[in-house]
């Protein structure tokens, strides 16, 4: 799977762990790593045997002999660094959620496009095998007219307001780390919404601790999500058509298994998925399919996608009262 990119790591937090050991099972080239202090640039690297540490982002990006950057910051730091890597000429992988709000998600798909430079959103559930036959099963029609699609995203998470979850200042809430997740996926099955209705209920930080969507579409169909920070759920999902229906297990946007039931409650298919590491080596793979093809955009996730998808929260978070003190 590994291709010839060579990557650079920004950010030397809990997700660049698990991304890191991903890419090291698969055999994708790891160059450098860069942090904004030395000392964490020099543990992280040394722990996972990464042959350079920058103590700056700066450094980092500027490094000639890295092709790629991934950004493991969180959300409200996506756009500047993001920026600062695609300035330097390097193609950039972009944790999700793509940016804080659909401005600059904009302003980094124009600036990827203008430079011809990759610039993709790491919502690494679009990528799994599970998910790549979903949307083929999705596509062939025979599941029918697809009329709903139902997914939550809720788990029981730190409660100190001091945590990034509950933090403002950082993105904090349950809409950009959780309901990311289920948001993207309605996009995936049924495209962006007509009408969108959400509610919320906020913490005493400000941030949102449980926040349900309703997208209505032009065909009728109807998508319902629920996101929250501090009650763990089902974490499932359900496209239902007018042939048939698609049931995928917990947690249905890791590795996991899924049934498709025909319209005569027969399942048709019983999917199980054989993943080796956590999943998240398939975003570096297509980045890496994209710059080998000369390409600045997938079928899978594009630019253009992600924006919209950042337009959509940006809509939720107006519904819900929800504004970042860094926008």
Known sequence: MAGKVRWGILGTGWIADLFVKDLQMHGHALTAVGSRSEASADAFAQRFGIARAHGSYEALCADPDIDAIYVATPHPMHHANTLLALQNGKHALVEKAFTVNAREAQELADLARARG?????????????????????????VLGEIRSVVADHTQDLPDDPKHRLNALELGGGALL?????????????????QEIVARARLKETGADGTVATVFTYASGAIATTISASDTAGRNVATIHGTEGRIEIDKVWYAPTNFRRYDATD??????????????????????????????????????????????????????????????
Request: proline share 6%.
């Open 177 to 193: 780390d959780l309901g990311i997740y289920p948001i993207s996926f309605t996009f995936d099955v049924l495209g962006p919404p």
């Open 266 to 327: 027969t399942v048709v298919e019983d999917y199980q998925s054989a993943v080796i590491g956590r999943g998240m080596q398939y975003q570096a793979a297509e980045l890496e399919r994209l710059v080998a093809a000369g390409e600045t955009a997938g079928d899978i996730l594009s630019p253009a996608e992600s924006v919209a998808i950042m337009a959509a929260l940006d809509e939720v978070r107006r519904q819900i009262g929800l504004k970042y003190p860094t926008e």
């Open 117 to 141: 430079l990759v610039v993709l959103e790491a919502m690494w559930t679009r990528f799994l095998p599970h998910i790549v036959r979903i949307r083929e099963i999705v596509r062939s029609g």
